[in-house]
């Protein structure tokens, strides 16, 4: 896999470069919420246009339906760019079309521009071959050289990661180098105790992970919403929580397999709705009152979870603990994630709700050994699936 190091070092003054990032911020109306991502986008940016290289960005945001959509434009982000960078950054209101081909031809050496949203093009997530590659020639035509620093979206065959690399001088990003190797660090000899955290919302959207860690992990910490599918295997009673029937006997199988491995929550925060002004209460985890919700993990299961994290050599997290997002129900979240960052071993947030988690809970993003930017690419790469951005850069 050739390097931004191996593109610098044979000269970048005055050719383009187009820069894949990955910039999928939320928003509210146009107001960014959190700009971790532009942040970790920054230095690859940064060293081209020192290097002197004219600078293209293009990235996605949102789901928009191949069509433009004024609820997705990416001008806030190119705006926000320009900021963080304190330096003016151009803004190519569509993505391959006239604007972009003027915005580009218009930059000097050292200057930056934005593509609008690669999504809002059909042809970027067709599945139709003939489609993607069209619209990859496109992007071809706009540059010399090409670096991909978006590593949340390289598990998919998509115009803008895929197709275009095939068309041109091709380069990982700071940003991508760095996960490849965090990430076959978890994949390869972990130091021990090897932990490994998991939450959100359903066993099915983990069980491929799950199924690919559990030979490696020392422990297994289940939380979230996930949680109430693995105790209601246990024969328990989870009232109104989250519940996926259908995974029931997948979860009972795990626990039989893994043994203590497995850890789940010994007490839950109920409530009987999801409310900012909700009075919750907590219960033992195998006595959760019928017409209540488990939305988060009781302190002592956070007591627990911490005592395990503090001998842990080796750290990775995913998923909430609990709907972190409401007030009352962040308690679980903020609690595991202090001790994801006091444990003395390498922590790896993987990216997603977790890093969001980590942000919105104002928690020091330098106390964890690395904060990843693909909550499903993370997942994926150690599932040990073939992603498609990572192969084609490795060609």
Known sequence: MKTLDDLVRQGVAGRRVLV???????????????????????????????????VVVCAHLGRPKGAPDPKYTLRPVADRLGELLGEPVRFAADTVGEQARATVAGLAGGEV??????????????????????????????????????????HRRHASVYDVALRLPHYAGDLVL????????????????????????????????????????????????????????????????????DMIDTCRELLARAGERIVLPSDVVVSPELSADAEPRTVPADRIPAGQKGLDIGPDAVARFAAVLGK???????????????????????????????CPGLTVVGGGDSAAAVRQ???????????????????????????PGLAVLES
Not at 27 to 33: K, M, V, Y
Not at 115 to 124: A, D, H, K, Q
Not at 378 to 387: N, P, Q, V, W
């Open 20 to 54: 894949r990032s990955d910039l999928n911020v939320p928003l509210d109306g146009g107001r960014i919420t959190d700009d971790g991502r532009i942040r970790a986008s920054l230095p690859v940016v940064r060293r081209l246009a020192g290097a002197g290289a004219r």
């Open 113 to 154: 521009a934005v593509l609008e949203n690669v999504r809002f093009e059909p042809g970027e997530t067709s599945k139709d071959d003939a489609q993607r590659a069209a619209l990859a020639d496109r992007y071809a035509a706009l540059a010399d050289d090409y670096v991909d620093d978006a590593f949340g979206a390289v």
């Open 178 to 245: 760095r996960e490849v190797q965090v990430l076959r660090q978890l994949t390869g000899s972990p130091d021990t105790p090897y932990v490994v955290v998991l939450g959100g919302a359903k066993v099915s959207d983990k069980l491929a992970v799950i199924e690919a860690l559990l030979p490696r992990v020392d422990t297994l910490l289940v939380g979230g919403g996930m949680c109430f599918t693995f105790l209601a295997a246990q024969g328990y009673e989870v009232g109104d929580s989250l519940l996926e029937a």
């Open 312 to 342: 842990a050599g080796t750290v990775f997290w995913n998923g909430p603990m609990g709907v972190f997002e409401v007030t009352p129900f962040a308690a679980g979240t903020r609690g595991v994630a202090e001790a994801v960052a006091g």
């Open 361 to 387: 809970l104002g928690l020091p993003e330098d106390a964890f050994g690395h904060i990843s930017t693909g909550g499903g690419a993370s997942l994926e790469f150690l599932e040990g699936r073939t992603l």
